[in-house]
């Protein structure tokens, strides 16, 4: 028999209990011998519940149990979620996590701990939920030579743009739905401000480059600037808009990553990627593109990658199948350098602007009107550097309304 200990019983933690559970037959005849939640660490008793028996509220029970195979952290957060997986690791337990913050902060130490060990770290549900894109890239994949990867990483921003799309509504009416829908924290910083994304993306990166990534040092952009004129804009131009994260290689180990609201049109998979769905892009050298759809978030779908993991440990108890990536931190390629087409929505008549906006951002733009709309337009610039984009449009500080990033992604 293979006992678990279990970090927590909220959402995600409630959720591997009852997969495995309810599957337990065939996750049993999967790993050769019967899974068993032996504890559940939680400061709540959930008296007269199912779970009654297994409640302890001391971590050290679960870390002095030498029947305790596999830790099982679902707590959130850096502490003491990072103190426990440690200690757990160094005692020859093997873990299994959803939390990304732990991950994208110190996944480079805790892989290297259980490689010591030779144990497992593992943690598909801190990326995609549900998706098993972390699985994919160490399987699947590894004959490729990932260039990029690129995608909707957050499932609550893109409800929002997508409610904000289809309801013709604004951005503080969809995140009071949001929240009510249970979509969106009472804070709902880390999603709308893409910090959400931002850890998944370096996680990503971290995987692809074998080196530290860290999410500080992606330029990120949230949502919060997003009006539904933006949306009535995009609609004419035959885009949508999508909160999008995305990493890519340059000459040989060199990475690139922005996490920021893009326009994307329907050539792109991702473009058909409605409400809390999530979609993962990923472009190998032999592979060419594939893409990874489904839920990036919730209870059960969230879980399901949790006890997936599990399974993955049970089987491989003393081998670590896990690559790691150094704890030297990579330089990622200054952003101001990449290449993009932003669209441009500016204040005032064309007639009157479009002269010094030609001088400026390329004889052949383009006028972009709203039906109704006579005090502003839009237009799309042509392909440059992020830098002299915010170079130029300085000149412009008092008229330019927005700018979002168009699909080019150099």
């Not at 440690?86 to 480079?108: C, F, P, Q």
């Amino acid at each position: 028999m293979i006992n678990v200990g279990v970090l927590g019983f909220g959402t995600v933690g409630s959720g591997v209990v009852e997969v495995i559970e309810t599957n337990g037959k065939k996750i049993g005849k999967r790993i050769g011998e019967p899974l068993n939640v032996k504890y559940i660490l939680d400061y709540k008793d959930f008296k007269g519940t199912p779970v009654e028996n297994k409640i302890v509220h001391e971590f050290k029970t679960i870390l002095e149990d030498p029947e305790i195979q596999i830790v099982v952290e679902v707590l959130g957060g850096i502490e003491p979620a990072y103190t426990y997986v440690k200690k757990s690791l160094l005692a020859g337990k093997s873990v299994v996590t959803s939390n990304k913050a732990l991950v994208a902060a110190h996944g480079a130490e805790l892989l290297s701990i259980a490689k010591d060990n030779n144990i497992n770290f593992l943690f598909e549900a801190s990326v995609g939920g549900g998706i098993p894109i972390i699985r994919a890239l160490n399987t699947s994949l590894t004959a490729d030579e990932i260039e990029e990867i690129d995608g909707i990483l957050n499932g609550t921003t893109n409800y929002m743009l997508t409610k904000m799309e289809e309801d013709n509504a604004e951005y503080e009416d969809v995140l009071k739905e949001a929240q009510e829908k249970g979509y969106a924290e009472r804070n709902p910083e880390a999603d709308v401000m893409g910090y959400d994304a931002c850890r998944k993306i370096a996680i990503l990166s971290s995987l692809i480059s074998g080196h530290q990534v860290d999410f500080e040092d992606i330029y990120c952009e949230g949502i919060t600037e997003i009006t539904k004129t933006d949306i009535d804009y995009a609609k004419k131009l035959g885009y949508k808009i999508k909160l999008v994260a995305v990493s890519k290689r340059h000459f040989g180990n060199h990475l690139h990553a922005i996490v920021a609201p893009f326009m994307v049109g329907k050539e792109n998979p991702i473009f058909h990627v409605d409400g809390v769905m999530n979609a993962v892009v990923v472009r190998g050298n032999m592979l060419g593109d594939a893409m990874f759809y489904g839920a990036g978030a919730g209870k059960l779908p969230t879980a399901s990658a949790v006890v997936g993991d599990i399974v993955d440990e049970a089987k491989n108890l003393h081998n670590n199948v896990m690559p790691m990536w150094k704890e030297e931190t990579l330089i990622l390629d200054d952003y101001a350098s990449m290449r993009r087409k932003f669209f441009v929505r500016v204040k005032g008549t064309w007639e009157a602007m479009s002269k010094d906006l030609k001088d400026y951002f390329g004889k052949d733009i383009e006028p972009v009107f709203l039906d109704g709309r006579d005090d502003e337009f839009g237009f799309i610039t042509p392909i440059i550097m992020e830098g002299d984009y915010e170079t130029r449009s300085k000149v412009f500080k008092d008229v330019i309304l927005n700018r979002i990033r168009v699909e080019f992604y150099d």
